[in-house]
């Protein structure tokens, strides 16, 4: 069975450095979802791609939060710099359309030090 | 946007039927409801969803209530590998999941 993938699966930082998070999503999938959980919430999206382009990031911090999905394909999630409070688990979605069902991935869980 | 509500947690025995409430009184009419669930160190995993009727699948039921401000997830039958964080979703047509805070099942054995 197909699953969207996610790399690191862990991450240890320290505040003001640079990170990222890979997401792979299933094939054929041309909608693609970053989402933050902050422990005992529930997720909350930060970016919604459709094939390469940017359909809602109105969630997403610009000053220090970047996402890009350059060949429609993988997509990358950056922070930079890293602050203590942007501790949490990192999870990527995907779906064949945006009214279609969403696939989530096993998260990221950063820990910013 | 407004989110749903649910009770923090709660409790079930295991193979007995398990109904989770979830709150949307403010859910517009073309908002559908979804239900995922989470297990410990994963990703949400789909459940159901629905928009005015009831539902059914494999994995659970799905009863709205007629003025949709409400719905309730079944579980037929819990087994010990149901206890999740279960979350009552509106499903925005854009594509937008919005989270609530869950409701965590404990099924005891």
């Known amino acids: 069975e197909a699953e969207v993938a996610q790399s690191p699966r862990y991450k240890i930082t320290e505040k003001s450095q640079a990170v990222a998070f890979w997401c792979d999503p299933i094939?054929?999938?041309?909608?693609l979802y970053w989402y933050r959980q902050i422990l005992g919430q529930g997720p909350e999206l930060l970016v919604q791609?459709?094939?390469?382009?940017?359909?809602?990031d109105s969630q997403l911090p610009k000053d220090r939060f970047s996402a890009e999905r350059l060949k429609g394909v993988d997509s990358t999630l950056k922070i930079q710099p890293a602050e203590l409070g942007d501790s949490a688990m990192y999870l990527c979605a995907s779906s064949f359309g945006p009214q279609e069902t969403q696939y989530f991935g096993p998260g990221t869980r950063l820990l910013v030090l | 946007d407004a989110k749903t509500t649910q009770p923090n947690s709660m409790e079930s025995n295991e193979e007995e039927p398990v109904h989770l409430p979830c709150n949307h009184s403010t859910i517009s009419g073309t908002d559908y409801i979804h239900w995922y669930r989470q297990l410990p160190s994963q990703g949400p995993e789909y459940v159901i969803h629905g928009l005015t009727s009831n539902v059914n699948n494999r994995m659970a039921s799905l009863a709205i209530a007629e003025d949709r401000k409400s719905s309730t997830l079944i579980l037929h039958r819990a087994t010990l590998r149901d206890a999740a964080v279960y979350y009552c979703?509106?499903?925005?047509?854009?594509?937008?999941?919005?989270f609530g805070q869950g409701t965590t099942l404990q099924v005891k054995p």
């Open positions: 979703i509106r499903f925005i047509n854009t594509g937008k999941l919005i």
């Open positions: 791609f459709q094939d390469e382009s940017v359909v809602d």
């Open positions: 094939s054929g999938h041309a909608t």
